[in-house]
């Protein structure tokens, strides 16, 4: 059986983007389920999520109730950041978003990641004590994978994919732990961000075939080492293409012309949607 899932984060109105998502995960599951990626508090609202499973219902998309909700699941991301801390595999990163860019344009070679140049491991040699002084401080932080470490612990992976990476990838894929970097696990004040959530929520779950857009590929080698890390169940992948608009842009939650909401007081029908997505 087929369990898949759509997790869309309530901070905006679904779009056809998501409607594409949502009805090509529907499809490929005997069972459907839906989880709210509110990990951010303060973006995230109860309104929007009211309306994200109208719109879902509107489409005639069932789905398993209650709706696992990110937020009910702090205890369990603290106690999996706890199993990589007691292995040595994170760090805390003090580094801001400026400082970052500043140590990368000084990088003759910056390593490249999917989405740009990777951090730099700028904070991932501060020595113990030095560490331990910021923090008493009270300094902010993110929390970061050594993807070496990681690498290391975890040895060749692979992942199954049934779709089409962005690149034409399909089979047996080859995991590259290092592609994303010392990615960002958790901050001061969020106990998980959306790499390590995403992993752990789709093991208990149960989720067994993930279907998403090919811009989230990347992920899918992150998430597999955090998998392996956490000896939690591998799902098999289905990449699919995106929703573009006419000028070649994924369609955003800021661009209300195209938000389900708008073309259904327009009078547009479920069934219209699906041509327009699937024809």
């Not at 603290?78 to 007691?86: I, N, S």
């Not at 992920?219 to 070649?248: C, F, K, M, N």
């Not at 389900?260 to 069934?271: E, I, K």
Request: net charge neutral.
């Amino acid at each position: 059986m087929n369990v898949t899932r759509f997790a869309p984060s309530p901070t905006g109105l679904l779009h056809l983007g998501h409607a594409f998502a949502a009805i090509t995960a529907f499809e490929a599951g005997e069972r459907f389920l839906v989880r709210m990626e509110d990990l951010d508090q303060a973006r995230c609202r109860p309104d929007y999520e009211a309306a994200i499973l109208d719109d879902l219902r509107w489409l005639t998309l069932s789905f398993e109730e209650p709706v696992l909700r990110q937020s009910s699941r702090f205890g369990a991301y603290r106690e999996v950041l706890d199993r990589l801390d007691r292995r040595g595999l994170l760090y805390p990163c003090f580094c801001t978003r400026k400082e970052i860019a500043d140590e990368i344009a000084r990088s003759a070679e910056a390593p490249q990641g999917p989405d740009g140049p990777r951090y730099p491991g700028t904070c991932r040699a501060l020595p113990a004590a030095e560490r331990s002084r910021r923090l008493a401080q009270g300094a902010s932080f993110a929390l970061r994978l050594d993807a070496a470490g990681a690498a290391a612990a975890t040895g060749a992976l692979f992942f199954e994919e049934e779709g089409l990476g962005p690149h034409g990838e399909c089979g047996r894929i080859a995991v590259d732990p290092m592609m994303a970097g010392d990615v960002v696990l958790a901050r001061k004040g969020m106990p998980a961000a959306y790499h390590l959530a995403v992993a752990v929520d789709d093991a208990f779950q149960g989720v067994t075939l993930v279907t998403r857009g090919n811009d989230l590929f990347a992920a899918t080698h992150v998430q597999r080492v955090l998998q392996a890390l956490l000896d939690l169940p591998s799902p098999r992948y289905a990449h699919h293409r995106l929703i573009l608009d006419e000028h070649g842009r994924k369609f955003s939650k800021r661009d209300k012309a195209v938000t389900l909401a708008s073309l259904r007081a327009a009078g547009v029908a479920p069934q219209d949607i699906r041509r327009q997505l699937f024809q």
